[in-house]
């Protein structure tokens, strides 16, 4: 009798534990599959940068404001001609970048080939080689659109930058200008070049000089005097798009070349600055000056970001400056936004930004534009919005 109490008070124990291990061996297969099945997603989505242009489908067919595409060939006709031989007279426009290069180890090597090493058209460039590149695509996109204008980079006073063409000016400027701390000290360096030229404004002699800071991945393919006439009271302008938490690029500022319009540019960037100093110096190396100039912006009171969804131009008072507010889709037109935000690239398209892995597709754009007299640059465009939703390889 005591050995079956024993073995009927042990049986439910045993089927208990064996319900347990049971469960637990399915539990821990469950697991194992889908560690399997993340370790392979990755793979399957992760993106491919071409060595080479690829394209897709024009955006913005079959929308009368947007630019037609067949093939690499526009069908419809764009806004450009916009001179600024049209400026008042005794006035100029100067394209102010920042722009630094960084020593890097010798390229490790794989059979044979420098990693860090592209090739666009017939041309090789290393890590360094490619800055370079796209600086001088850069310079040359200008002096194509605007060949009146200045160009100036500010630049690390250590910095040697084998860029040498007519009316440019290359302007070193003391500061940090490491990796981590270059979206600071370019509005650093802004402000600085702003000082200066206030101090020099005597020796003008009533000339006046607006300014025009851009990053140096953009090309100019219209002229951007316009912006001085069409907008005679600004002091101060910005691009905006619709995006909530980031609605202002800092990728393109243009400042009126009065006396007034550049004390009170400067100081609107000084507090920007301290904003950025003050607040996100976490992102000091991406996005910091983007997010601090919204915030300085957002922080006014009248301020209605509602307009930031509408695509016209608008002025608003910031900080005691005024401040013009320029659509994205035309003054600092990206080609992944062409696809989605800005539903293709309209007629009047002034800048054209490089943003992210599209540097090649800069490059490439200017050689097109340049290999056949039969090529404009409303034919460039289409190889531009055909081809910018792909990642390169730099």
């Known amino acids: ?14 089927v208990l534990c064996l319900s347990l291990f049971i469960v637990f061996l399915h539990i821990m297969s469950v697991l194992e599959l889908r560690q399997h099945s993340a370790a392979e997603v990755p793979q399957r989505k992760q993106y491919k940068k071409f060595d080479h242009l690829v394209f897709g489908p024009a955006a913005g067919e079959g929308l009368s404001d947007r630019l037609q595409c067949k093939g690499n060939k526009a069908l419809t006709k764009t806004y450009f001609g916009a001179s600024s031989k049209n400026l008042k007279a005794g006035s100029n426009i100067s394209i102010v970048t920042v722009f630094a290069t960084y020593n890097t180890a010798v390229d490790q090597q794989t059979n044979g080939k420098s990693i860090d090493s592209v090739t666009v058209g017939n041309i090789s460039y290393k890590k360094v080689e490619k800055s370079i590149a796209i600086l001088n695509v850069f310079v040359n996109f200008i002096q194509e659109t605007m060949p009146q204008s ?9 910095s040697k930058l084998p860029v040498e063409r007519d009316r440019l000016t ?25 000082e200066t030229r206030a101090a020099e404004h005597s020796k003008w002699k009533g000339q006046v000089n607006h300014y025009i800071f851009t990053d140096s991945d953009i090309a100019v393919v219209d002229d951007l005097g316009q912006i001085f006439n ?29 006396p007034e319009g550049i004390l009170r540019a400067k100081s609107f960037l000084e507090e920007v600055l301290k904003v950025y100093t003050s607040k996100f110096m ?9 997010l601090a100039l919204a915030w300085v912006v957002k922080s006014y009171a009248s301020f209605d970001v509602r307009r930031f969804s509408r695509k016209q131009a608008f002025v608003d008072q910031i900080s005691g400056a005024s401040v013009l507010f320029l659509p994205c889709s035309i003054y600092n037109w990206t080609p992944p936004e062409g ?50 939703r792909t990642k390169y390889d730099f």
């Open 1 to 14: 009798m005591l050995g079956k109490r024993v073995c009927s008070g042990w049986l439910p124990f045993l």
């Open 150 to 158: 200045n160009i100036i980079i500010l630049t690390n006073p250590s």
């Open 170 to 194: 290359i302007l070193p400027i003391q500061g940090d200008y490491s990796r981590e701390m270059l979206m600071l000290q370019r509005i650093r360096s802004y402000i600085v070049f702003l």
């Open 230 to 258: 069409d907008h005679p009271d600004f002091h101060v302008a910005l691009t905006f798009r619709n995006n909530k938490e980031q609605p202002l690029n800092s990728g393109f500022i243009a400042v009126r070349g009065t």
């Open 282 to 290: 976490k992102a000091s190396r991406m996005l910091g000056d983007q």
């Open 339 to 388: 696809a989605g935000q800005f539903h293709g690239m309209p007629l009047d398209v002034k800048v054209v930004h490089f943003k992210g892995s599209r540097k090649r597709l800069m490059l490439e754009s200017w050689n097109f534009l340049k290999s056949t007299s039969s090529s404009d640059i409303a034919d460039m465009l289409c190889l531009i919005l055909r081809s910018g």
